[in-house]
């Protein structure tokens, strides 16, 4: 108990479990969308097309992650354009992005001038590095989208469960789907740094599919959805200091281990 105490009396720490709270809120959120509107491959591509940018990004000398963020917000619209306007199925125009992404990404490194940067915390998280820069952003996403969720929020219910009645309602269904694929976007790129480019995606399903164990209601499935990606973070924050291993895969793992708890605590209260 001590230990843990001792902990928060460092301030990578702190900005970790800080980093725990808002990717839970945002990918709660946001993960429930995915996941009702059964668009997860469609996140998968953009999460993977960011990559694309954290190269131009260390090529140009920026900050890769607003190269990340730029590179997955103009993915996410050409997946949208691609497939609602260019005549081009979604799962082939999912993978054409998914794929120039990862090439670009590639291609820009390699030409960096210098040493190759060290990747892994792009593409496996780092959540003890979170700076307090990216603290400031990720909590201004995570008001966006509570507010966003909270003003349109049954427009957004529609849309989700039931396009097609939506645009017979006459809702603005193209403009909100732009509107959601940006904010996705962002969700997916201000995240990569607690989990990485290869698991993010999992952190904006697996807790919804453990709040779907539970409910089948759309806002009580956002705010437990909420609540379990917290639980799952932190607990892997906390077991991957004490197992002294990387903090991206534990967190996922912790989730894993939490939907498998509910799930067979469900099948035993069954019998």
Same mark, same amino acid.
């Given at each position: 108990?001590?230990?843990?105490?001792?902990?928060?009396?460092?301030?990578?720490?702190?900005?970790?479990?800080?980093?725990?709270? =808002?990717?839970?809120?945002?990918? +709660?959120?946001?993960?429930?969308?995915?996941?009702?509107?059964?668009? $997860?491959?469609?996140?998968?591509?953009?999460? &993977?097309?960011? @990559?694309?940018?954290?190269?131009?990004?260390?090529? @140009?000398?920026?900050?890769?992650?607003?190269?990340?963020?730029?590179?997955?917000?103009?993915?996410?619209?050409?997946?949208?354009?691609?497939?609602? &306007?260019?005549?081009?199925?979604?799962?082939?125009?999912?993978?054409?992005?998914?794929?120039?992404?990862?090439?670009?990404?590639?291609? @820009?490194?390699?030409?960096?001038?210098?040493?190759?940067?060290?990747?892994?915390?792009?593409?496996?998280?780092?959540?003890?590095?979170?700076?307090?820069?990216?603290?400031?952003?990720?909590?201004?996403?995570? $008001?966006?989208?509570?507010?966003?969720?909270?003003?349109?929020?049954?427009?957004?219910?529609?849309? !989700? @469960?039931?396009?097609?009645?939506?645009?017979?309602?006459?809702?603005?269904?193209?403009?909100?789907?732009?509107?959601?694929?940006?904010?996705?976007?962002?969700?997916?790129?201000?995240?990569?740094? $607690?989990?990485?480019?290869?698991?993010?995606?999992?952190?904006?399903?697996?807790?919804?599919?453990?709040?779907?164990?539970?409910?089948?209601?759309?806002?009580?499935?956002?705010?437990?959805?909420?609540?379990? !990606?917290?639980?799952?973070?932190?607990? +892997?924050?906390?077991?991957?200091?004490?197992?002294?291993?990387?903090?991206?895969?534990?967190?996922?793992?912790?989730? $894993? =281990?939490?939907?498998?708890?509910?799930? +067979?605590?469900?099948?035993?209260?069954?019998?």
């Amino acid at each position: 108990m001590g230990t843990l105490i001792n902990l928060f009396s460092y301030g990578f720490f702190i900005n970790a479990m800080l980093a725990s709270v =808002l990717a839970a809120v945002s990918c +709660g959120i946001i993960g429930t969308y995915i996941v009702s509107r059964r668009i $997860v491959f469609i996140s998968g591509g953009i999460t &993977h097309a960011s @990559f694309g940018g954290i190269g131009m990004g260390y090529f @140009f000398g920026m900050n890769p992650l607003l190269g990340a963020a730029i590179f997955a917000v103009f993915s996410g619209i050409g997946i949208q354009l691609f497939s609602s &306007h260019g005549k081009v199925r979604e799962d082939s125009s999912i993978a054409i992005w998914w794929s120039l992404g990862m090439a670009i990404g590639i291609i @820009f490194i390699y030409l960096t001038p210098g040493y190759a940067p060290n990747l892994m915390s792009y593409l496996f998280g780092s959540i003890l590095t979170v700076s307090a820069g990216e603290l400031w952003l990720m909590g201004a996403l995570a $008001v966006l989208l509570l507010l966003f969720f909270t003003v349109f929020y049954r427009t957004i219910l529609y849309i !989700a @469960f039931d396009e097609e009645f939506a645009r017979a309602s006459g809702l603005p269904v193209g403009l909100f789907n732009y509107l959601l694929i940006g904010l996705i976007s962002l969700t997916i790129v201000l995240n990569i740094r $607690v989990v990485g480019i290869i698991l993010i995606l999992s952190l904006l399903t697996i807790p919804q599919a453990s709040a779907n164990l539970l409910t089948k209601s759309f806002r009580p499935m956002m705010v437990l959805s909420v609540v379990f !990606a917290f639980v799952g973070s932190f607990s +892997g924050l906390l077991f991957s200091y004490w197992a002294d291993i990387p903090s991206g895969a534990t967190i996922i793992f912790t989730q $894993v =281990l939490l939907f498998g708890l509910i799930k +067979g605590t469900k099948m035993i209260a069954k019998f």
